[in-house]
């Protein structure tokens, strides 16, 4: 399967930041440090919204 990365937009300031879909840390928002994604194991949760997602280059 290839990974990817997503384009995601902070709901709490709007920043928008490239977040790794399979994050293996939680990834916070560089701004506010809001939670963006959470690790499950696989394919991390994405908690903010999905702008675009971004294959591999
Ligand atoms: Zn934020």
Request: aromatic share 6%.
């Amino acid at each position: 399967m290839p990974s990817s990365f997503y384009k995601i937009k902070c709901k709490d300031c709007s920043n928008e930041q490239i977040v790794f879909s399979k994050a293996s840390t939680v990834v916070r928002c560089s701004i506010c440090g809001s939670v963006l994604a959470q690790p499950t194991g696989g394919k991390a949760e994405i908690k903010g919204e999905i702008l675009e997602e971004l294959g591999n280059a």
